[in-house]
C-alpha cells in the first residue's frame, strides 16, 4: 500500500533537545495530520493542519503545512522522556474516489534523560 | 466512554479460522476506516465507509477480507480463512465529517496473531 516518505526513520536525543521530522509526499493532500504512537496503542492525534502554509502549536510541538501541500513538518522543542514513541503523519487526500488518510513510514524517538 | 472502541484487544487464530473485529465509532461521526498496521510499520488503509455506505474497498488485500456497517455506527471487520501473513494490528479511525476540514480519530487496535 500506499505511504507517505516520513524521516528520520530514528532518533535518539538527550532530554532537553529540541526534534524535527519531515513527511514528504508525492501527491497533494489538503489536510496533514501527525499522531504518536506508543506500544500496544492506537495513534492519537498531536496536531491538524488545514491550509497551506499553515503554522499550528500545541504546547511545546509544532507543525507546519507545506506550500505546495506535499510536505509537512513537526517540530518538538524541551523534548522529555514521556516524548518516547513513534510519531506518525498522515496526509488526507481524495485518491480512487473517495478521501483516506495516507500514513508515513514513522520517526522513532528515544529520549534519553 | 467518548473515544472510539475496539474489541477484542486481542486475539489468537489458528490457521484457517475466521475472526470478527468489532469497532464502535464516536457518537455521531459520519466516517469510519479501518486501517492494518504490520508490525514496524505504519497504519495501511483498508477500507472507508461513509454511514452505512462502503464507498472504498481498495486496500482490502484479498476476497477473503470483508467489513460491513449496516447501520452506519458499529462496524464489523471480518476475515475469512485466516492466514499467518494477516498478523498485524487492526485499527479503525472515525471522523466527523465525510470532507473537508476533519480529524480522525483512532482506537486501541485489535493485535491479530495467526498461528
Known amino acids: 500500500g500506499q505511504q507517505l516518505n516520513q524521516s528520520p526513520q530514528s532518533m535518539f536525543i538527550q532530554e532537553g533537545e529540541d526534534v524535527s521530522m519531515n513527511c514528504t509526499s508525492s501527491?497533494?493532500?489538503?489536510?496533514w495530520l501527525w499522531y504518536k504512537q506508543e506500544p500496544g496503542e492506537g495513534p492519537v492525534l498531536l496536531i491538524a493542519?488545514?491550509?497551506?502554509?499553515e503554522l499550528t502549536s500545541n504546547g511545546r510541538l509544532t507543525a507546519q503545512f507545506g506550500i505546495t501541500r506535499k510536505d509537512s513538518f513537526l517540530n518538538i522543542s524541551a523534548s522529555i522522556p514521556s516524548d518516547v514513541g513513534i510519531y506518525f503523519c498522515?496526509?488526507?487526500?481524495?485518491?480512487?474516489?473517495?478521501?483516506?488518510?495516507?500514513f508515513g513510514t514513522g520517526t522513532r524517538l528515544k529520549v534519553l534523560a | 466512554g467518548a473515544g472510539v472502541s475496539q474489541s477484542p484487544r486481542y486475539k489468537v487464530a489458528k490457521r484457517g479460522q475466521d475472526v470478527a473485529l468489532r469497532c464502535d465509532p464516536i457518537?455521531?461521526?459520519?466516517?469510519l476506516f479501518w486501517y492494518q498496521q504490520a508490525l514496524g510499520q505504519g497504519p495501511e488503509f483498508l477500507t472507508y465507509?461513509?454511514?452505512?455506505?462502503?464507498?472504498?474497498k481498495s486496500g482490502l488485500p484479498s476476497d477473503r477480507f470483508f467489513a460491513e456497517r449496516p447501520e452506519g455506527s458499529v462496524s464489523t471487520l471480518k476475515i475469512q480463512r485466516t492466514q499467518q501473513e494477516d498478523s498485524a494490528v487492526y485499527l479503525c479511525?472515525?471522523?466527523?465529517?465525510?470532507?473537508?476540514?476533519?480529524?480522525?480519530?483512532f482506537g486501541q487496535g485489535t493485535r491479530l496473531t495467526v498461528v
Open positions: 479511525a472515525s471522523s466527523l465529517s465525510s470532507r473537508g476540514n476533519t480529524e480522525a480519530f
Open positions: 501527491s497533494i493532500f489538503n489536510t
Open positions: 493542519l488545514y491550509k497551506a502554509g
Open positions: 498522515a496526509g488526507r487526500g481524495f485518491t480512487s474516489g473517495t478521501y483516506k488518510y495516507i
Open positions: 457518537s455521531g461521526h459520519v466516517s
Open positions: 465507509f461513509q454511514n452505512e455506505a462502503q464507498l472504498d
